[in-house]
């Protein structure tokens, strides 16, 4: 067989290659003679072959079956043949092939070797690809090279021990006597790798870190050594004395310094000489810096130090490098939290890199300046935030619209200012702002009760004639529709007031309602607006009537019910229509973060925000107890529907009577009083920091409501102190079968002349064997003073069936009423 062709005749050949199509025919080709004289068993091109099928895998195509010639190639005494066989291991082999665990005696052996090149290859290989069990079989050779005084093989096996570790990390012990003389070499290979063992080791023990802080002040004097030492031409690297070396150190004393005041004391020195004794003008010098102020932000440093660093970063944001302007964007974005001070002083510099052409440095400069901004200095922050939102790209214009509006109500100066920054976001960026905005603004021009003139003119300016910023057009729509009498008064004292009529007020938000770019509900919010309009204005009732007549027939389904409801307030409800469309109360601000509980009134769940004070007072309809109705129509059970079911009208209908229409209630009644227009919710009503409940209730006697089929349920009583007319029902279903009960619902109504609201229940399900209760309280309202009765509804799975039942419950004490 021909000898075959060189590896530098393989690299010219494939080269010539025209099209991917020549160059997969050449590889093939090549391919199919190797693997001929594989078969063949040629050992004197062997070596060749693997050499040129490693370039192929290089290139992309595959070599696997080379494996098998690499580790003949490891076995053999040559050690050119060797270099190429550890090589082909290296790329062909990993410890998810089995093949590899053939070469553990191989590489014992060769770490064993006389010749150091050989054992240099062999640990090389080891720390590339050795397996956890090539690492435990081979732990003891690489310690004993760890203590040899070959400066050469300590390198080697200073790095094959730091992977042993992070594949064993019980076997980091064994290495620990080694590391002892380690830093005494003057060899700058061996104290690079020693410098990243002693690393490793300290990152993954915490008993390491402790034995190793002992060896600080021996850091401090070789970094000390590195940065005084005089031109050295064998490390130098753009003048500066082995930067490689000095990164590493900096990142273990780092580690090394990390909550410990001792430690972070003796390197603070030697940090401040780093700082300011490395050249700028290189990047080395730059890497240097970076890793200083890194170490000098992780230890317990002087605040001068601290102050040092971040000057540091503040001159690399005027550098003209974008991965260092970047490097210092994202290191005083985690350090503004606890030096705002020192960060504060190169605002403008970060202001500056809002202009900057790189998105990434755009981003990170857009993040710190909503850190930096504060009471003092939101004015000036605001008026470059709000330039970069105008001139910005798409995608940070989200962003920075919500940093802006978290920024202006945390720090507003003044009410004004914060209704003039909110509107300059909604028209410069309004399709782009979160779902709260147009609500908050809302809110806050609500309880601005001293700019409601001054605001509404705002708006109509700002939207004559454009309506493509949505969330704009909907608040001038909303306020338009409030306060249209304050706009065409002129009574602005703000700035000179605009000349509006009533026919041109309704003329914008008709233009809205048939704009092609207004959103449904947009056109809901210009719909409202022109109905509460019809109070407001005199002159115009008659257009107004006609426009929510035309959107009666509308076919947005939304559109059409409000102009359905509008048209039965002029025509059947008109007397009613002044107050129903009466100017907004002040709202209260719902906060999110407070305490909440899931309120269900007569079967409808809302949550409710408990205040320590008494909720302002609102519409109440005539029955609140109809929800629940439907779900417990008389005798014939609808569904079982989850204790929390989503809102429906409050209109839903049913009649009490029908539910309870078996009890005796034709007994003379006491006289109904008429419906209270502005009744304050009776479960929120006078929520104070006084005691819920009086004493009284100690004396009510408890009560089984319900004892069938292994569940018992029990009522105990307590009335509420705040309001004598609330009793407090706290129920108790206890399970006495073998079995749990699961996905217990528990639902009740009463007669009209009460209110019922039911809270959360404390669980689903009903432990057997009487081991556990669910609890859930109901409040009855009882403003007559009638005698109690209820009837209640169960609904749960129990051995594998669903169960329901209803019953009643009349057997009230009279104290629980009286």
């Not at 009740?748 to 669980?763: D, E, G, I, N, R």
């Amino acid at each position: 067989m021909p000898a075959p062709i060189r590896l530098r005749e393989l690299i010219r050949t494939i080269r010539t290659a025209r099209t991917q199509a020549e160059e997969r025919e050449m590889i093939q080709k090549e391919c199919a003679a190797i693997r001929s004289s594989f078969r063949e068993e040629d050992n004197t091109y062997r070596c060749r072959n693997v050499a040129k099928l490693l370039y192929m895998h290089m290139l992309g195509y595959p070599a696997h079956f080379g494996q098998l010639e690499c580790l003949k190639l490891i076995a053999s005494q040559k050690f050119t043949d060797k270099r190429i066989g550890y090589l082909g291991a290296m790329l062909l082999l990993d410890e998810r092939q089995d093949v590899h665990l053939l070469m553990t005696n191989c590489i014992k052996n060769d770490l064993n070797h006389s010749t150091q090149y050989v054992q240099g290859l062999a640990l090389c290989t080891l720390g590339c690809m050795g397996s956890s069990e090539m690492c435990r079989d081979l732990a003891g050779e690489v310690e004993k090279l760890l203590k040899t005084s070959n400066s050469y093989l300590r390198k080697k096996a200073a790095l094959c021990a730091v992977h042993v570790i992070r594949k064993v990390p019980e076997l980091m012990e064994m290495f620990l006597p080694a590391t002892k003389n380690l830093l005494n070499e003057k060899n700058h290979g061996v104290l690079h790798t020693s410098v990243v063992l002693l690393t490793e080791m300290c990152e993954r023990s915490p008993d390491m870190l402790s034995h190793f802080r002992k060896l600080v002040p021996q850091l401090v004097r070789i970094l000390k050594n590195l940065i005084m030492s005089g031109y050295s031409p064998e490390h130098d690297v753009s003048g500066i004395s082995d930067p490689f070396l000095q990164v590493r150190i900096l990142r273990l004393l780092r580690i090394l310094g990390r909550n410990d005041d001792d430690s972070s004391e003796a390197m603070n020195d030697i940090l401040a000489q780093v700082a300011t004794n490395t050249e700028t003008s290189k990047n080395v010098g730059n890497a240097i810096l970076y890793e200083t102020v890194l170490t000098i932000m992780d230890i317990k440093s002087e605040s001068g130090l601290r102050v040092l660093a971040i000057n540091i970063l503040g001159r690399f944001l005027l550098n003209n490098d974008k991965n260092i302007r970047y490097v210092a964007l994202t290191s005083l974005l985690k350090t503004v939290q606890t030096d705002h001070n020192a960060v504060q002083r190169h605002r403008s510099t970060i202001v500056d890199c809002l202009k900057d052409l790189d998105v990434s440095i755009k981003r990170r400069a857009m993040e710190l300046s909503f850190a930096l901004v504060n009471g003092n200095n939101i004015r000036g922050m605001m008026k470059e935030l709000l330039y970069f939102l105008d001139s910005c790209e798409p995608e940070f214009k989200a962003d920075c619209a919500s940093g802006i509006f978290l920024a202006a109500e945390k720090y507003a100066p003044s009410k004004r200012w914060h209704i003039d920054t909110i509107m300059r976001v909604l028209t410069t960026a309004g399709s782009y702002v979160r779902d709260d905005a147009v609500p908050n603004l809302i809110q806050l021009i609500t309880n601005s009760m001293e700019m409601h003139a001054y605001t509404v003119q705002k708006l109509y300016k700002a939207i004559l004639g454009d309506y493509s910023q949505q969330p704009l057009v909907q608040v001038a729509s909303w306020c338009m529709g409030e306060y249209g009498d304050l706009l065409i008064s002129g009574q602005c004292e703000e700035e000179e007031p605009v000349q509006v009529t009533e026919e041109e007020v309704l003329d914008i938000l008709e233009s809205v309602l048939i704009s092609n770019m207004s959103a449904s509900v947009t056109r809901g919010y210009a719909l409202t607006a022109i109905m509460k309009l019809s109070t407001r204005f005199t002159c115009t009732v008659n257009r107004i009537k006609k426009v929510v007549s035309i959107y009666g027939s509308s076919i947005d389904v939304e559109l059409q019910q409000r102009a359905v409801e509008y048209n039965a307030l002029f025509k059947k409800y008109d007397h009613m229509r002044s107050a129903l469309l009466e100017r907004m109360p002040v709202m209260e601000k719902v906060t999110t973060n407070g305490p909440t509980e899931i309120v269900q009134t007569n079967g409808e769940t809302e949550p409710a925000v408990l205040e320590t004070k008494p909720p302002p007072s609102g519409l109440q309809p005539t029955s609140q107890a109809n929800d629940l109705l439907d779900l417990l129509g008389g005798n014939d059970i609808t569904p079982v529907i989850p204790t929390a079911p989503t809102s429906k009208p409050a209109s839903a209908g049913g009649e009490l009577l029908d539910l309870l229409g078996d009890l005796n209630l034709t007994a003379s009644p006491a006289p109904v009083p008429a419906p209270q227009i502005s009744q304050p919710p009776f479960l929120l009503d006078g929520l104070s920091s006084q005691p819920l409940f009086n004493d009284i209730a100690a004396g009510i006697p408890s009560i089984t409501a319900y004892s069938k089929n292994g569940l018992k349920i029990e009522f105990t009583f307590e009335r509420s102190n705040t309001n004598p007319s609330v009793t407090v029902i706290t129920i108790q279903a206890s399970n006495s079968t073998e079995l749990d009960m699961t996905d217990f619902v528990f639902q009740a109504a009463v007669p009209k002349t009460f209110q019922l609201q039911l809270l959360s229940p404390s669980s689903s399900s009903i432990p057997a064997f009487n081991t556990g209760t669910i609890t859930q309280v109901i409040k009855v309202l009882n403003p007559q003073k009638q005698q109690l009765r209820m009837r209640i509804k169960l609904t749960y799975n129990h051995k594998g069936s669903a169960m329901q039942d209803l019953a009643e419950v009349n057997n009230f004490p009279p104290q629980s009423w009286q």
